[in-house]
C-alpha cells in the first residue's frame, strides 16, 4: 500500500513530491493532446514551472541516499537541458527548426519526468520489500529506465513525422 511517509520526508520533498505530479500530469496531457492551441501552451506552460520546481527541489533532498547525493541529482542538468532544449525555441521571434527542436526537448522533459516517477515509485515501494543489494537496485533501476529511453526516441520520431506531414499538406 502506498504511504505517503515513504515519500515525503521535509518541505522540500513535499515541493518536489507535489510539483512532480503537477508535471507528469501537465505533460502527459500535453504530450496526447492536440498542439498548438492556447489550452495547449498554458498547460505546457504549467509543465514548465513544475520541472523547474522539481529540479530545484531536488537540490535539497538527500535522504534517498543516507545524506549523499544520487543518481536522480547527476540526471538534473539532463532533465534541463532538455527542458530547455524545448522551451527556447517557442519563446520570441521562431526559427526554422524552432517546432523540431520543440518536439524534442518537451518529449524527453515529459518523458524523462516519467522514468524518474517510475524509478522512484520501483525503489520506494517495491525494492524496499525485495531486499535489493545496491547493484540489484541500479541494475532494476536501468531496466526500468531503457523502456523510457525507447518511449521517449519513438515519441519524438512520431511527433516529427506528424508535424513534418502537416507542414507538407498546408
Known amino acids: 500500500m502506498l504511504e505517503l511517509s515513504n515519500w515525503v520526508h521535509s518541505v522540500a520533498g513535499g515541493f518536489h513530491f507535489l510539483c512532480s505530479l503537477i508535471g507528469m500530469l501537465s505533460g502527459a496531457f500535453v504530450l496526447f493532446r492536440v498542439k498548438g492551441t492556447t489550452f495547449h501552451k498554458k498547460i505546457g506552460y504549467v509543465f514548465v514551472l513544475a520541472l523547474i520546481g522539481v529540479n530545484l527541489s531536488a537540490l535539497f533532498i538527500y535522504d534517498f541516499n543516507k545524506g549523499s547525493i544520487s ?26 527548426n524552432a517546432v523540431n527542436r520543440h518536439i524534442i526537448g518537451m518529449n524527453g522533459a515529459v518523458l524523462g519526468l516519467w522514468a524518474a516517477g517510475a524509478t522512484e515509485f520501483f525503489v520506494r515501494e517495491l525494492a524496499f520489500e525485495l531486499y535489493l ?22 515519441s519524438i520520431i512520431y511527433h516529427q513525422r506528424k508535424y513534418i506531414a502537416k507542414a507538407e499538406n498546408s
Do not use: D, Q
Open 133 to 154: 543489494s545496491k547493484n540489484e537496485l541500479m541494475m532494476y533501476s536501468f531496466l526500468i529506465s531503457v523502456p523510457f529511453a525507447m518511449a521517449i526516441t519513438f
Open 71 to 96: 543518481v536522480f541529482h547527476f540526471l538534473i542538468p539532463v532533465s534541463l537541458f532538455f527542458l530547455s532544449f524545448g522551451i527556447i525555441p517557442m519563446l520570441g521571434k521562431r526559427k526554422p
